[in-house]
């Protein structure tokens, strides 16, 4: 397998819960598999209940094999302890509706994997009328972050908020009057995918500024260009097409389990405790774009989030988000 990074070499306790939002296919797949095999209990938060199910059989399938084979540091259980929960991130009933469910199933939660994306989608809205990228991959977990960090503040040692944002990072153009691109001409794909993978850099900043002296912390990575479902974005699109043939001849892709090492190695790598405001590659701290780490554009996006999401967001909800209880 080379030299590359590998999983680290860890069991994680059953009770330590580990949430990984679209766990059902691609670099959420893996890593709840893997972590699951770990020991932990695991919930993919997913949009479509027969793909969640599906998948996890499949993950249960390859855990047998995986024991038949005699892999070592994983859990002898018969069963993984994977379950599944309903959340589709363009929806922010939907994403009420999942932190409902969660906080009534009276869990704690050490681990939030924000990890379900959409990449280079043709320009369209939410039913909450926000630009697709935006809201799946950024606004909607910032609603579930707002929502479910006192549980991970209660939850005891060593939490943590990873967040899977990409290089892509790098083409995002920060100008929130334009976020959510009302006018067509405004609109790139590659642009409205950057910002944001962008935005959740900012995101994990501002959180860190709040989370001081706190059992959660935060962090975010790129998975490297990896081989997934996310090239069906953009199947349109024929110069991708070339692209993408060549990049498979050539064997640039990384495959979903070499993708997700990233991944699991920032949610479950004891190395990494307490570690905040990193952005990993490789499984190593590395440098982001400078407009990523600009303080102001961070607080612009924070407060712009909170008046997105105004009637999503109680007053004791902010203040607990701001530090402030
Ligand atoms: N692949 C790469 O080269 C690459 C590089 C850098 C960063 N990333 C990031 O890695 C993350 C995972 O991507 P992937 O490559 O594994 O792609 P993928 O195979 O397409 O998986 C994406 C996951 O997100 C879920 N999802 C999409 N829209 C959702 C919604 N509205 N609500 C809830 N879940 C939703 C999908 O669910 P469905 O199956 O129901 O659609 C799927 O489980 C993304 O954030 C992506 O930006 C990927």
Not at 188 to 194: H, I
Request: contains cysteine; positive net charge; hydrophobic residues 40%.
């Amino acid at each position: 397998m080379g030299s590359g990074p590998s999983i680290p070499d860890v069991s994680v306790p059953r009770d330590r819960v580990v949430v990984v939002t679209g766990g059902n296919t691609g670099l959420g797949y893996e890593a709840a598999k893997h972590i699951a095999m770990m020991g932990a209990t695991v919930i993919i938060a997913c949009r479509s209940e027969q793909r969640a199910m599906e998948a996890i059989e499949r993950m249960n399938k390859e855990f047998r094999e995986a024991k038949e084979r005699g892999e070592k540091n994983i859990i002898q259980d018969d069963k993984l302890n994977v379950e599944f929960m309903l959340l589709d991130l363009a929806s922010l009933k939907s994403t009420m509706n999942f932190i409902a469910m969660f906080k009534s199933s009276g869990r704690k939660l050490h681990v939030l994997l924000c990890n379900a994306g959409v990449g280079l989608v043709v320009r369209g809205y939410t039913e909450d009328g926000y630009e697709m990228h935006f809201q799946v991959n950024y606004l909607g977990h910032f609603l579930l972050v707002a929502h479910l960090l006192p549980i991970m503040k209660q939850s005891g040692d060593d939490c943590r908020i990873v967040f899977v944002s990409s290089s892509a990072h790098e083409y995002g153009n920060f100008n929130l009057e334009k976020a959510q691109a009302k006018i067509e001409t405004d609109y790139s794909r590659m642009k409205y995918y950057g910002n944001s993978k962008m935005y959740q850099i900012q995101h994990m900043s501002c959180l860190v500024r709040r989370l001081q002296d706190s059992n959660v912390s935060v962090t975010c990575l790129h998975p490297g260009i990896v081989a997934t479902e996310i090239n069906r974005n953009y199947s349109d699109m024929r110069c991708f097409h070339g692209m993408i043939r060549c990049m498979n001849n050539t064997g640039c892709f990384k495959s979903s389990y070499q993708g997700a090492i990233t991944l699991i190695d920032a949610a479950v790598n004891p190395k990494w405790k307490g570690v905040n405001d990193v952005y990993f590659v490789k499984t190593k701290p590395a440098a982001t774009a400078s407009a990523a780490r600009n303080k102001q554009y961070q607080e612009d996006l924070w407060k712009y989030s909170l008046h997105c999401l105004q009637d999503y967001l109680s007053d004791d909800v902010i203040s607990a988000l701001e530090g402030l209880k």
